[in-house]
C-alpha cells in the first residue's frame, strides 16, 4: 500500500475571487501552516466535479512500484524539472494522482467539502473557466482517518507529473540527509489524490507537416489499404467514438472508422492513439520517433478541434482528432507496467501551481 503523510504547506492569506489569464498567479505574501494539515481539493469544471485530497506521497513508493506510471519520461525534462527543485527547494504545484476507486467516493471527503466553506475558493479564467476549491482539514481524527481510509489502496497512478516525480526521485536520492535519511523531507512530494472514476480526461490529438511525398489520392489509398473505411464528412468538425478518428485533409473533414483486427492481449497495441501511430503515423507518413519527429504536432483537446483546422491552414499537411482513452484503459496499462503513446492523455482540470506548496 503507499504511504501519505500530512505536512504544513505555505498558502496565499487569501485568493482573489478570480484570477485571469494565466495558471500561475503571482501572489504577494505566504504563511506557513503552522500545524501539519490535509488539504481536500475540489475542482469544477462545467458540470464536471471532482474531489481529492492534497497530502504527501513517498518517493520509496515510487521507486518500489505503487506509484505507478503510463508514459516514458525524458531526461532533458527530468532535469528541467530537477533544476527547478534545486533553485526553489520547493514542490509548487501538486502531481495529478488516481487510486482505482471502483466508482466510490471517499465520503468522509465529500461530506467535509459539502459542509464547511472552503479556506479558497475561486475561479482560474483561463478558457473554460476552472472553480477551485481548498478546505484546510487539521482535525488529528480526520488526519488519521484518511490515512486509515488509503492504506487499503493497492496503488497510485499517476496522471500528469510523471516528470516532475521522477525529478523528486533524483533530487531525494542526491539530496536526502546523510544523518536522517529516512526522516527527511525530501522523501516526499505533494499530490492531489482523486478517484479514478472521477477524473475527466479530454482528447490529445496530431498534426502532420506533410503527406511524406504522397499525393492526396495516394494517400488515402493507403488508409484504406491499412483497414481504415473513409467517409467525408460535412464542413463542421465532429468529435470520433472509440474505433474512430476525425482527419481534416486539404479543408475537408473525413470520418475514419478502423475496420481492422485489435490485438487484444496487447493493452497497448489495441489503443485508438496506439493504431493511429502504428497504421497511419508511423506506416504510412514515416514517423518512427514521435518523441522527437519535428514533423508531428501535439494539440490538446481543451483548444477544441477548430485547432486542427487553424494548424492545417497554416503549415501542417494533415490533422487527426483521436477519442480518448478511457481511465480503465490507463489503469490496466500502469497495472501490467507498460507505457503508452506520448502524449496520449489529456486530464482536464489540474490544480492549480503555486497555490499550495510543500518546502522540501
Request: with cysteine; charged share 25%; aromatic share 10%.
Amino acid at each position: 500500500m503507499p504511504n501519505i503523510k500530512s505536512f504544513n504547506a505555505l498558502c496565499p492569506p487569501h485568493v482573489p475571487q478570480e484570477y485571469s489569464g494565466t495558471r500561475y498567479p503571482e501572489l504577494d505574501t505566504y504563511l506557513q501552516d503552522e500545524t501539519n494539515c490535509f488539504y481536500i481539493y475540489r475542482m469544477i469544471r462545467g458540470v464536471h466535479t471532482q474531489t481529492g485530497l492534497v497530502s504527501c506521497v513517498d518517493i520509496k513508493d515510487f521507486n518500489e512500484g505503487r506509484i505507478k506510471c503510463h508514459e516514458h519520461v525524458r531526461p532533458e525534462k527530468i532535469h528541467i524539472q530537477l533544476d527547478q527543485m534545486k533553485t526553489s527547494n520547493c514542490n509548487i504545484e501538486p502531481i495529478l494522482l488516481a487510486y482505482d476507486s471502483n466508482n466510490k467516493s471517499i465520503p468522509l471527503i465529500e461530506e467535509y467539502a459539502d459542509s464547511n466553506n472552503p479556506d479558497f475558493d475561486f475561479f482560474d479564467t483561463d478558457e473554460p473557466a476552472v472553480k477551485h476549491q481548498v478546505w484546510r482539514i487539521t482535525d488529528e481524527n480526520i488526519i488519521h482517518a484518511l490515512t486509515e481510509f488509503f492504506k487499503d489502496v493497492d496503488a497510485f497512478y499517476v496522471c500528469d507529473g510523471h516528470h516532475r516525480i521522477a525529478a523528486s526521485a533524483a533530487y531525494y536520492d542526491k539530496y536526502k540527509s546523510k544523518e536522517d535519511p529516512e526522516g527527511c523531507e525530501s522523501r516526499y512530494l505533494m499530490a492531489s489524490i482523486f478517484p479514478s472514476h472521477q477524473m475527466l480526461i479530454l482528447d490529445y490529438n496530431r498534426t502532420v507537416e506533410d503527406l511524406n511525398g504522397l499525393s492526396k489520392d495516394e494517400f488515402i489509398s493507403q488508409l484504406h489499404d491499412a483497414g481504415f473505411i473513409i467517409t467525408e464528412t460535412s464542413s463542421e468538425p465532429f468529435y470520433p467514438n472509440h474505433g474512430e478518428y476525425t482527419m481534416i485533409l486539404d479543408n475537408i473533414w473525413y470520418r475514419l472508422s478502423y475496420e481492422g483486427e485489435r490485438d487484444k492481449n496487447n493493452p497497448v497495441a489495441s489503443l485508438d492513439v496506439s493504431i493511429l501511430q502504428d497504421l497511419v503515423l508511423d506506416g504510412i507518413l514515416g514517423i518512427h520517433d514521435p518523441r522527437n519527429d519535428e514533423r508531428l504536432g501535439f494539440i490538446r483537446g481543451t483548444r477544441g478541434l477548430h485547432a486542427l483546422q487553424e494548424a492545417t491552414q497554416d503549415d501542417m499537411g494533415v490533422a487527426f482528432a483521436i477519442p480518448p482513452v478511457s481511465m480503465e484503459e490507463i489503469l490496466t496499462v500502469a497495472k501490467m507496467d507498460l507505457t503508452m503513446p506520448p502524449k496520449s492523455t489529456c486530464f482536464e482540470p489540474k490544480p492549480i501551481s503555486g497555490l499550495i506548496i510543500h518546502e522540501l
